[in-house]
């Protein structure tokens, strides 16, 4: 009598040693999916973490970047339920069709250059050798650097009422000329007081404010410069002078450009000290065109120039953004 052959079991369960291995470099089962929902775990955390921050910018700056872009193209006191569209009638206003706004912004327009001039020249021929002295400085280079920082992190409103003081007719200026025997230098009327004074004392305060971010940028660039590169200058026979023009100079030419950008844009936008110290006298002396932006869009009464507020603030923008455009194209052509 013959028996039917039994099936044969696999080699794992007739052994009973376990599933068998799998070959090397095959997946899991399973374990793509696991990692796509952690993954996807990952990335909706991330999501909810910046949610909060992404809806604060589209509220408070998408919005008000349109709503200001759109309001350039219009008239609007503030409190008039509706705006009156006149396209763009504002931009001809300001540039060239209005005598009342026209004049102003010219003159504006002319004392801003004359900032954007001289505040960054001045502020690198200052903040570069004071940079390079503090480098050398063998002791207590933390507290020079500290003390030279100061004016950045005291309140600007504090520091502004400190200099009117200051450049009053009888102010610190006035005595220690007068002390001095150079009594015929002082101002009578005030640094601030004089036309012809004004807008320069203007432009150093601006620079006594930008000189420590300026000079902390610089010691960092010559902080990270490879000391050979100086060690080889100095075998070669250059001395502190040669070393420092011809050697550490054109190696930190890239901060310079970032100062330089970084002034510009200040000089161009930012109208806070002139509006604490003079308020655009004497006589719109020292008017600049982020001034009178707000001058057009807080000072005149219910008048219905907000809109003319906007389309310059756009003006500046736009020139703010040429000026972006043509550094980065010098620092594309040099590298």
Same mark, same amino acid.
């Given at each position: ?117 001289? *505040?960054?020249?001045?502020? #690198? ?6 940079? !390079? +002295? $503090? /480098?050398?400085?063998?002791?207590? =280079? %933390? ?103 011809? *050697?550490?100079?054109?190696? #930190? ?6 100062? !330089? +950008? $970084? /002034?510009?844009?200040?000089?161009? =936008? %930012? ?65």
């Amino acid at each position: 009598m013959t028996t039917a052959p039994r099936p044969a079991l696999p080699e794992t369960a007739a052994s009973g040693r376990g599933p068998a291995p799998r070959p090397e470099g095959a997946a899991e089962p399973g374990r793509g999916k696991r990692v796509l929902n952690r993954r996807g775990y990952e990335a909706l955390s991330g999501y909810l973490f910046v949610a909060p921050a992404v809806v604060l910018f589209a509220v408070m700056g998408l919005y008000t970047v349109g709503y200001g872009f759109l309001l350039s193209f219009a008239t609007w006191n503030g409190f008039a339920p509706h705006w009156t569209w006149v396209g763009v009638q504002n931009y001809k206003d300001l540039l060239w069709q209005n005598p009342a706004y026209a004049p102003r912004l010219h003159h504006a327009a002319i004392h801003t250059l004359y900032v954007m001039i001289a *505040v960054p020249l001045l502020t #690198v021929l200052v903040s570069f050798p004071l940079a !390079v +002295l $503090l /480098n050398s400085a063998k002791r207590m =280079q %933390g507290l020079l650097r500290s003390v030279y920082f100061i004016p950045y992190v005291t309140s600007g409103i504090a520091v502004f009422f400190a200099w009117q003081y200051i450049l009053q007719p009888d102010g610190a200026i006035n005595t220690v000329l007068s002390s001095l025997g150079m009594g015929s230098l002082a101002q009578p009327q005030g640094w601030l007081g004089n036309p012809n004074t004004a807008l320069g004392t203007m432009i150093v305060v601006t620079v006594w404010g930008s000189v420590p971010v300026a000079m902390l940028l610089y010691l960092t660039g010559l902080q990270g410069i490879d000391r050979s590169v100086l060690e080889a200058a100095q075998l070669d026979g250059a001395g502190w002078w040669r070393t420092n023009v011809s *050697v550490v100079w054109p190696l #930190v030419k890239p901060i310079t450009s970032i100062v !330089v +950008l $970084l /002034n510009l844009r200040d000089s161009l =936008q %930012g109208f806070q000290t002139f509006l604490v110290m003079t308020n655009g006298g004497p006589g719109d002396h020292t008017n600049v065109l982020g001034l009178e932006a707000y001058r057009l869009a807080f000072l005149k009464d219910l008048a219905p120039t907000l809109g003319l507020a906007s389309a310059l603030g756009w003006i500046l923008f736009a020139a703010a953004l040429v000026i972006a455009l043509i550094n980065l194209r010098v620092m594309r052509s040099k590298t």
